[in-house]
């Protein structure tokens, strides 16, 4: 019978591979879809039950490779369920911890209107574990723009944490100057990932990098009554005329590779003048 044929060969081809649970129920449903296959050609009315056979065997193509493609894809499942799991224990762990000390630190000091704080840390350090780890993942498959959104998220959990403990814990004034810096973080973290990967929009990044800096850094002073507005204000101005001479010298750099570009493509086209030969002369 066409079913104990199959049997034997899948038997045959399931020993390749490793005798779990979802390799059996794969066996299962190869073997349905064979039998499915064999009455579809009996119905057509195919009755050489060798040529059904070899039918049926032929449109599994390369058997061999699908089942160690099976294994591979259940392989890399099992890796990321454990995966998964030891990463969850982690968060288990890490949540407990900040619990334990939150509770410890608010008995031993009775500060309850503070030690909210160790909560608020425990949250933001977790947000940027896990960008971290994005990033990582990410970066593997160089997708830029993840790796600079979440960036952008550790910067700006980071800052807002920060300006929680300045704000409640110290007497500083101007605190919310932390989110000043914070942008001036996100500008320079930008501008670095531009250059790292080559982004065709990092001359860009540099440029507005340059001047907002400038801009903030005069406003920050200012305020906190470090330098007097006037003449200050000079530093803004300052920064405007370095990205002209930055942007002067990115156009002549760039004018000097268009060149040598053209030179090398017109050297090649002279080579190829002078050893090309009519074939009719030969």
């Known amino acids: 019978m066409l079913t104990e044929r199959f049997k034997k060969y899948l038997e045959q ?3 390749t591979i490793s005798p779990t649970r979802e390799a059996m129920e794969y066996r299962e449903e190869v073997l349905r879809n064979l039998l499915d296959r064999a009455q579809e050609y009996r119905i057509k009315g195919m009755t050489d039950e060798n040529a ?19 294994e591979s894809r259940l392989d890399n499942v099992k890796r990321a369920l454990s995966k998964a799991g030891i990463i969850a224990l982690c968060a288990v762990a890490f949540s407990l911890f900040v619990v334990i000390a939150y509770l410890t630190v608010s008995f031993a000091t009775k500060a309850w209107d503070k030690t909210w704080l160790i909560f608020i840390a425990g949250v933001f350090t977790g947000v940027i574990a896990c960008a971290l780890y994005g990033i990582v993942k990410f970066a593997k498959r160089k997708k830029r723009l993840a790796v600079r959104g979440l960036s952008h998220v550790i910067i ?30 996100m500008l320079v ?89 009519n074939d009719e002369n030969k």
């Open 156 to 185: 700006v959990a980071a800052f807002t944490m920060l300006f929680l403990f300045l704000e409640i814990l110290s007497n500083l004034p101007n605190c919310y100057f932390v989110f000043l810096i914070m942008v001036i973080a």
């Open 52 to 70: 059904i056979y070899d039918l049926c065997i032929d449109s599994l193509g390369d058997f061999a490779s699908t089942l160690k493609d099976f």
């Open 189 to 277: 973290t930008d501008t670095v990932e531009a250059y790292s990967y080559g982004s065709k929009s990092r001359l860009f990044d540099l440029l507005a990098t340059v001047e907002v800096t400038a801009v903030l850094v005069y406003v920050i002073l200012g305020i906190a009554g470090v330098v007097a507005w006037h003449p200050y204000w000079l530093i803004p101005v300052i920064a405007a005329l370095l990205d002209v001479i930055i942007l002067i010298v990115a156009i002549s750099r760039f004018a000097k590779k268009k060149k040598k570009a053209t030179e090398e493509k017109k050297s090649r086209v002279d080579e190829a003048y002078y050893t090309m030969w």
């Open 13 to 15: 081809q399931f020993r």
